[in-house]
């Protein structure tokens, strides 16, 4: 089955600063790569997604970069906020109706003001 | 719009006892998922509806865990007896069909002592 991985497990960046977040996939008939933000207490919120047929997606400050060939996926957050401090978790999935979402175990962000 | 709801939040029970979890998904999402959460890790998906179908039960502990989802809509999932291992947050996601984004719920947070 589908095995994730994210790196690192923790991030702490300055207020405005960039922050990368990478992860890694090993089934290769993957092609769907969502990437979730959990605050305590709360479910995760899907914040941006990419299919396989698109290199990069972006969305505001945040953006998603595809390599296919290499098997990983990075989530990309510009200008961060302190309100960008929770948990974020990478996914993938394949086709299909059997297929799920495999998740990553989760970066904890902070964002020191 | 209405998110997913589920209840209890909290729940603490003892071992080799019974427990209930209670979802009601967004309206016209016809897809219903069960995830567990253990501390520290990403959401393992435990059983997905599509409608009042099961599509996939493959990583749910069958001999004491039970879900359903009458007439399509809620869902309650079920631990009978609950183990220790068993503490965990149990969210509960929908979605429009499968393979489109998934909505989560605020989660149930399960000790068993």
């Known amino acids: 089955g589908e095995n994730v991985e994210q790196h690192p497990s923790t991030l702490s960046v300055q207020e405005g600063d960039s922050a990368v977040i990478k992860c890694t996939y090993s089934d290769s008939a993957s092609n769907y790569f969502p990437w979730y933000k959990q605050e305590l207490g709360k479910g995760p919120q899907l914040i941006i997604d990419i299919r396989s047929n698109v290199g990069e997606k972006k969305d505001q400050r945040i953006a998603v970069t595809l390599n296919k060939t290499a098997k990983h996926f990075s989530l990309h957050i510009t200008e961060t906020q302190p309100e960008d401090s929770a948990v974020y978790f990478c996914?993938?999935?394949?086709?299909?109706?059997?297929?799920?979402?495999?998740f990553g175990k989760g970066i904890t962000l902070s964002v020191r003001p | 719009e209405a998110g997913v709801a589920q209840s209890p939040r909290y729940k603490i029970i003892e071992k080799r006892q019974s427990v209930a979890f209670w979802c009601n998904p967004i309206s016209g999402h016809a897809t219903l998922y069960w995830y567990q959460q253990i501390l520290g890790q990403g959401p393992k998906l435990l059983i997905q509806?599509?409608?009042?179908?099961?599509?996939?039960d493959s990583q749910l502990p069958k001999d004491r865990f039970s879900a359903e989802r009458l007439k399509g809509v809620d869902s309650t999932l079920k631990i009978q007896p609950a183990k220790l291992e068993d503490s965990a947050v149990y969210l509960c996601a929908s979605s429009l069909d499968f393979l489109r984004e998934q909505f989560f719920g605020p989660g149930t947070r399960l000790t068993v002592l």
């Open positions: 509806f599509q409608n009042n179908g099961v599509v996939d």
């Open positions: 996914a993938a999935s394949a086709a299909g109706a059997n297929s799920k979402l495999t």
